[in-house]
């Protein structure tokens, strides 16, 4: 018989037709999971995050001087979370923009499409057998790179054209080429900067300065230029941050104890004192951890401190890389 609790949702059928007698009720038990993904969207989560009393005071630093405020510290420390956050504080807009390993600058600013141009163009000149593109750049004084088809205002520019307060998020500058947080200076302090297509002018903010929050997992250091227009703070990863997460996320373990909880964050934190590891497990593995505990219904006696760490139930949520397994005593 199918056990039909939140964790045991998938087994080896003994018999396929009846098996299949049962999808209804199976589809069912899959769809009562869905909500533990939802709730970790940034925008649904905004309500639960907890900010501590130092990273509350950079955040208002941050504003007071409409400085950007730079958050490094583990990946799950909270960072990203801190413009989701805010955005629900104020209830004002909120522009992202995710960096990349191959992200430019300009980026940020625009995306020009300019394989559309480029085929528009050549089918003009085919209609009217125009001279090539080079030589009639300009229609009626517009630059036609500059039509909405092609040029599109990216998070920074669309912050610009607002008009009124926001929020600019930067997430994970440390993953950009190493040019990628120079070429932002003038945006940092001027807030504007230079159209890519009309010369001598410049895209500029239409109201106040947006409120820039920036991430970094402290993968690489930062130009010097860049960090001194910005207002840093660290996220440490303490044991008062981490009970903090567990309390504000302890809907998706219900399952678990009080006395659960705290040998599962004792036992993570043995984890992570082991200098060997490859990959230490941060605040997201944790909950993930916890959640899967809480379904498995395990019991405190399984995560005793005299339970060998290599066998602790559910290690997968927390062991990244498979060599690190032979690490565990």
């Not at 098996?19 to 009720?25: A, Y």
């Not at 940020?108 to 030589?135: I, K, M």
């Not at 920074?156 to 008009?163: H, I, S, V």
Request: aromatic residues 8%; charged residues 25%; contains cysteine.
């Amino acid at each position: 018989m199918q056990n039909t609790s939140t964790f045991h949702l998938v087994q080896q059928p003994d018999n396929w037709q009846q098996h299949d007698q049962q999808q209804g009720r199976l589809r069912e038990n899959l769809r009562s999971t869905a909500h533990i993904a939802e709730a970790r969207r940034l925008d649904r989560s905004a309500e639960r995050f907890r900010p501590s009393p130092d990273l509350l005071n950079a955040i208002n630093a941050s504003i007071a001087s409409r400085s950007p405020l730079l958050l490094t510290g583990e990946p799950g420390t909270g960072k990203t979370q801190v413009a989701w956050f805010l955005q629900r504080y104020f209830g004002i807009r909120l522009f992202e923009y995710q960096v990349r390993s191959n992200s430019q600058s300009a980026d940020l600013r625009y995306d020009f499409d300019a394989v559309a141009y480029l085929r528009d163009a050549y089918l003009a000149q085919q209609a009217v057998g125009a001279s090539p593109a080079g030589d009639s750049v300009m229609t009626d004084g517009e630059d036609p790179r500059s039509h909405p088809k092609y040029l599109k205002p990216g998070p920074l520019w669309q912050a610009y054209d607002l008009g009124e307060d926001c929020l600019l998020l930067i997430d994970e500058i440390d993953k950009a080429p190493r040019d990628f947080p120079n070429d932002l200076l003038q945006e940092i302090d001027q807030h504007r900067f230079a159209h890519p297509f009309h010369k001598d002018s410049f895209v500029e903010r239409k109201g106040p300065p947006p409120i820039i929050i920036i991430t970094s997992n402290a993968e690489r250091r930062l130009p010097d230029a860049f960090l001194r227009r910005c207002i840093v703070h660290h996220i440490e990863l303490t044991d008062e941050l981490l009970k903090s997460i567990m309390q504000a996320w302890e809907m998706q373990f219900p399952h678990l104890d009080q006395a659960s909880k705290a040998l599962a964050l004792q036992r993570f934190q043995d984890i992570r004192k082991l200098n060997r590891l490859s990959k230490k497990p941060g605040a997201a593995e944790l909950l993930l951890w916890l959640s899967v505990l809480s379904a498995q219904r395990v019991s405190s006696e399984a995560l005793d401190s005299k339970v060998a760490l290599k066998d602790l139930p559910a290690l997968m949520c927390l062991i990244k890389d498979h060599a690190d397994y032979v690490h565990l005593a």
